[in-house]
């Protein structure tokens, strides 16, 4: 079956590490992948969106890799801090024409001071 | 620029009612979805709009529910005779189509059936 797992459902960490949230997928095959952030009562914001055909893509503390052989993206948050506290939430889009998203249940990050 | 918006922003109903849910997209928005999150559920997707197109319907859950856009701007989601496991978080989306495939999220309309 088909499966997005998003590595915890909760991570904590210390102010001023990297935190590392992990996205693995089974049974799809997708043209890319995106992360969003997700506050308490408000819908999901875009962060970025990584093809099946690049590896890294960077944006200011955000980078994000896509391992198509593991089937996994990780996305790192380097020099975390408290206002990084979110959800955090992958999706696949199938297919390069693809409009439709399938999100995992995402991660629920905390970034202690 | 505006967002997504969403109205109302809660809704509590009784079951066996029938619900509204109403979506603004972003101005020159052509693509639309809506999606369902429920208590620690990843985002379902229920439906989507692409400009004249017939609407993708292949995420509606039964036939209870139904969505119609008009005007190709403002969207409504209709829920009839709502069932308890009908409760969760539902939310729109935009995206500038055929640029890219960022969607932009309205709030949400949090539904409680009684």
């Known amino acids: 079956s088909q499966k997005i797992e998003q590595n915890s459902e909760a991570l904590n960490i210390q102010e001023g590490k990297t935190a590392t949230l992990t996205c693995n997928y089974t049974n799809y095959s997708p043209a890319y992948l995106q992360w969003y952030r997700q506050d308490p009562g408000r819908g999901p914001v875009f962060l970025l969106l990584?093809?099946?055909?690049?590896k890294e893509k960077r944006k200011e503390r955000l980078k994000v890799t896509f391992d198509t052989t593991l089937k996994q993206s990780l996305f790192h948050i380097t020099a975390s801090q408290p206002a990084d506290s979110a959800t955090y939430l992958c999706a696949l889009g199938i297919g390069a024409g693809s409009y439709q998203l399938t999100f995992g249940k995402g991660t629920k990050l905390s970034v202690i001071p | 620029g505006a967002g997504v918006s969403q109205s109302p922003s809660n809704k509590v109903t009784e079951k066996g009612k029938d619900v509204e849910l109403r979506c603004d997209p972003i101005s020159g928005h052509t693509a639309l979805y809506w999606y369902r999150q429920s208590l620690g559920q990843g985002l379902e997707f229920l439906i989507y709009?692409?400009?004249?197109?017939?609407?993708?319907k292949s995420g509606l859950p039964s036939d209870r529910f139904s969505a119609e856009r008009t005007g190709g701007s403002v969207s409504t989601l209709t829920i009839q005779r709502t069932q308890q496991e009908d409760s969760a978080v539902y939310l729109c989306a935009s995206s500038l189509q055929p640029d890219s495939r960022t969607q932009y999220f309205g709030p949400g309309t949090r539904l409680t059936v009684l």
């Open positions: 990584i093809r099946e055909n690049e």
């Open positions: 709009f692409q400009g004249n197109s017939a609407p993708d």
